[in-house]
């Protein structure tokens, strides 16, 4: 995309350039919006182009952001008739009329249809494309009064050329212009403090209200969802742990492990120097599920050993004799499986890059502590039994 996004930039005459690489899901989705996009919201058409304009210039310049844009769009050339209320009302012309009547002339109106061999055809009737195009035709246009009479259009309005808004946008009944873009090489989150520079910078007016929106917004919501979720899945794995074990205490010793796999994703995460995503988030809440299996293992064994007459010291030992081969094949098979995840090879790898380095250093740190902490701390809490 970025390679296409540079040849196209070579090609003279493109105003507006923007290359998507998402699904078409998640296109549908967010309407085609960037991942990052600031809202000005105002009543103030003019005002809210001109500090849009400044902001699209300044985004341009942050490094990251590609394929700026705003939703504002080139005002082009508009016939505007100013009426003349006392001249129209004297002549009995209706501005209800007025506008049906000139919508007849230039948009069209369906008066029949014409049907052959089956097929029906919308008969319009319009004014020619010269007299739609002409100032001097256009005055010379007949309106009906309410008397009846047909009155020319240049005797009570005047009709000039001028800009006008292709489309206003309103967000909650005010009216919104959208400056956004998209992120390249740089963590969304980098790129969306450098434009919050940016705005302070402008000085934009109390009454022109800033907002972010986009995939960083969604993302922010997801991350509160997600960040809920993870909370949930610890407390229903410790559930399922105090079930089968009939203690408090042992899945507290398993729940050692756990907090090691977050630091191994935070350094695998520097390592790679990949950013902390969605995807990523996905990977931490899958590791609370699947980092306590090797403790599990481990202690639940200890405990068969402990329940056949052996020391506390002994079980120990022997459970981590006889468990190193299953807790490093079951360590070993998730990480290899997950390395075609982390190589981020193939269309589209990239995007799931992050979930594979994510439960990879998870598991890798989690393991090593599992076969080292968890039995430290077992000793510990059960010295009382020896």
């Known amino acids: ?42 009543s103030d058409l003019s005002e809210l182009q001109k500090y849009a304009e400044k902001l699209e210039k300044e985004i341009r310049k942050i490094p990251g952001a590609i394929d700026v844009k705003s939703s504002f769009k080139k005002p082009r050339l508009e016939f505007h008739i100013d009426i003349d209320r006392e001249k129209a009302n004297l002549l009995g012309v209706n ?22 061999a089956g097929d029906d055809f919308d008969v319009f009737l319009q004014l020619k494309e010269r007299q739609r195009y002409s100032l001097a035709d256009l005055g010379e246009i007949p309106v009906s009064a309410m008397s009846g009479k047909l009155v020319k259009l240049k005797t009570f309005a005047q009709v000039n050329m001028g800009l006008g808004p292709v489309e206003i946008n309103r967000k909650n009944r005010e009216r ?45 919501k997801a991350f509160s969802d997600l960040g809920l979720l993870l909370i949930i899945g610890i407390i229903l794995v410790y559930m399922v742990m105090v079930g089968q074990f009939e203690s408090l205490k042992t899945p507290f010793i398993i729940f050692f492990s756990l907090p090691f796999a977050f630091v191994g994703v935070i ?16 990977a931490v809440i899958m590791l609370v599920g699947v980092v306590v299996n090797n403790a599990i293992v481990l ?23 006889r468990r190193l081969r299953p807790v490093l094949m079951t360590s070993f098979t998730t990480i290899f499986s997950m390395l075609p995840l982390a190589l981020g090879r193939g269309q589209g790898g ?7 380095i994510t439960a990879i250093g998870g598991l890798l740190l989690s393991s090593l ?4 902490l968890v039995p430290i701390i077992y000793s510990i809490l059960h010295k009382e039994s020896k």
């Open 369 to 372: 502590i599992t076969l080292v």
């Open 267 to 282: 350094w695998a995460l520097l390592l790679t120097g990949t950013h902390f995503s969605m995807v990523a988030f996905m």
């Open 299 to 321: 202690v639940d064994y200890t405990n068969i050993l402990r329940a056949r007459g052996l020391s506390l010291l002994e079980a120990i030992k022997l459970a981590g004799h």
């Open 1 to 42: 995309a970025d390679i296409l996004r540079k040849e196209i930039e070579k090609i003279p005459g493109f105003e507006r350039m923007q290359v998507i690489v998402t699904t078409p899901i998640k296109q549908m989705l967010m309407a085609g919006k960037g991942k990052i996009e600031v809202e000005l919201t105002g």
């Open 176 to 220: 919104i212009i959208s400056v956004g873009c998209d992120v390249y090489k740089r963590a969304m989150s980098d790129v969306k403090k450098d434009i919050e520079k940016v705005i302070k910078k402008l000085n934009i007016p109390r009454d022109i209200e800033v907002n972010f929106g986009g995939q960083i917004e969604e993302q922010k």
């Open 95 to 116: 501005t209800a009329v007025l506008a049906s009547t000139l919508r007849t002339y230039f948009y069209g109106y369906e008066a029949s249809k014409f049907r052959e």
């Open 350 to 356: 990239e995007i799931w890059q992050a979930f594979g």
